[in-house]
């Protein structure tokens, strides 16, 4: 079975700091990963993925993640945080490419400070 | 720009009455999600439809839940009997097996029972 476990339920950072988001997945097959973000009374948006290949993956509005297999981890980052990051962050995992379920983590709320 | 939709956004209704939920997916795709999102489980799977066949619905109550397509533009999630612990933002997502994997989210149905 697959699990993915979000570090830290609530992350906080200032304005123009780095955000780090936390993910270890679990899985018995190579995993396909994946960030969404979801803001406030919304649907949840695909920030970014990883499938194969490149273990460094850039997504949209500045965020990237690496896909770390030693230490099965998927952690999102974003070198300087901007006001309209805050929002609910969500780390998923899949068996397979191709449209198939996405088991999620709980979850990381982000909060950016002025 | 396509977009899943789903209807209504919002719903209240008493305990004991039906409620459906319907939701439009992206035109082509051929997998369909359901996902009910609390803030003590967070993003559960429901069901999932490929080519409008049942996949896997373990996750859903039987006794009350119930999900359907009745052709490849609507997917229905009908609750008969509500109960008050059914209140939770449900999600609809769509996409293809022909794709790199990633489901694209409608806004949910936010369903409160009283």
């Known amino acids: 079975a697959q699990s993915v476990t979000q570090l830290g339920s609530h992350v906080s950072v200032s304005e123009g700091a780095l955000v780090l988001l936390r993910c270890n997945y679990s899985?018995?097959?190579?995993?396909?990963l994946f960030w969404y973000v979801q803001y406030p009374n919304q649907g949840l948006q695909l920030l970014l993925k990883?499938?194969?290949?490149?273990?460094l993956v850039k997504g949209i509005n500045g965020f990237e993640a690496e896909f770390k297999k030693s230490e099965t981890s998927f952690h999102l980052t974003k070198p300087s945080a901007h006001m309209s990051d805050a929002a609910e962050y969500f780390c998923?995992?899949?068996?397979?490419?191709?449209?198939?379920?996405?088991?999620f983590g709980q979850g990381t709320r982000l909060t950016i400070n002025p | 720009d396509a977009r899943v939709t789903q209807t209504p956004r919002h719903k209240v209704t008493e305990m004991g009455q039906e409620v459906t939920m319907r939701c439009q997916p992206i035109?082509?795709?051929?997998?369909v999600f359901w996902y009910r999102q609390t803030m003590m489980q967070g993003l559960e799977l429901l069901a999932y439809?490929?080519?409008?066949?049942?996949?896997?619905d373990s996750g859903m109550p039987k006794d009350r839940f119930s999900a359907e397509m009745p052709d490849a533009t609507l997917a229905t999630l009908k609750i008969q009997p509500s109960e008050p612990r059914d209140s939770a933002v449900y999600f609809c997502?769509?996409?293809?097996?022909?794709?790199?994997?990633?489901?694209?989210f409608g806004q949910g149905t936010r369903l409160t029972v009283v």
């Open positions: 997502a769509s996409g293809s097996t022909g794709k790199s994997g990633e489901a694209f």
């Open positions: 899985s018995s097959v190579p995993p396909y």
């Open positions: 990883y499938t194969t290949g490149a273990t």
């Open positions: 998923a995992v899949s068996k397979i490419q191709g449209a198939q379920k996405l088991v």
């Open positions: 035109l082509g795709h051929n997998t």
């Open positions: 439809f490929r080519n409008r066949a049942p996949l896997d």
